[in-house]
T-cell receptor, first 116, second 112 residues
């Protein structure tokens, strides 16, 4: 079946531009996560949705980062006024349960963002 | 806050060698523990998990036991294959909040 998909797979942005990264989770999955992965490091949590509700956004590094999931399925991570330190791979993951701590997360292939 | 510390890599082994990748964690509650694997050119995928103390997760010949007393979840495999070459991530998940905390990954290369 279809897994988690993300688009675009690669994005090059000039410093100061706004970008929007899309995530299509596995159909029916309640929980959706965004992570940021710098080169050579593990994924770092950004934000978490349960259906359309954003329950945790404690990992968003600044107010330039904004995420939404308006209908409880597709999610968009938006970064305004991109900076070079935003260059990373952005991973989306979904999980079938609201008690998602006990369940695995299914990861998409990621979007590699390069800010020049 | 929660944290995960993994054995630094890279790790290079010959085929059929024994593998151990160490992972220790710090958490305030009773997390679930996971090993994820990322094969070249692919996304992260679950390798195995354990949700409570003394549980053993296993898959594809890999094993890890949830040791609360030593706050560890070491990954082992008795005989590695070239196809096991990948990056391995240890992670914990807060049972209530759901978000996962990852280690920095260990790159394993298995040579024929």
């Amino acid at each position: 079946g279809a897994g988690v998909s993300q688009s675009p797979r690669y994005k090059v942005a000039k410093r100061g531009q706004d970008v929007a990264l899309r995530c299509d989770p596995i159909s029916g999955h309640v929980s959706l996560f965004w992570y940021q992965q710098a080169l050579g490091q593990g994924p770092e949590f950004l934000t978490y949705f349960q259906n359309e509700a954003q329950l945790d956004k404690s990992g968003l590094p600044s107010d330039r980062f904004f995420a939404e999931r308006p209908e409880g399925s597709v999610s968009t991570l938006k970064i305004q006024r991109t900076q070079q330190e935003d260059s990373a791979v952005y991973l989306c993951a979904s999980s079938p349960s609201s008690a998602s701590g006990r369940y695995e997360q299914y990861f998409g292939p990621g979007t590699r963002l390069t800010v020049t | 806050g929660d944290s995960v510390t993994q054995m630094e890599g890279p790790v290079t082994l010959s085929e059929e060698a024994f593998l151990t990748i160490n992972c220790t964690y710090t958490a305030t509650g009773y997390p679930s523990l996971f090993w994820y694997v990322q094969y070249p050119g692919e996304g992260l995928q679950l390798l195995l998990k354990a949700t409570k103390a003394d549980d053993k997760g296993s898959n594809k010949g890999f094993e890890a036991t949830y040791r609360k007393e030593t706050t560890s979840f070491h990954l082992e495999k008795g005989s590695v294959q070239v196809s096991d070459s990948a990056v391995y991530f240890c992670a914990l998940s807060d049972t209530n909040a759901g978000k996962s905390t990852f280690g920095d990954g260990t790159t394993l290369t298995v040579k024929p």
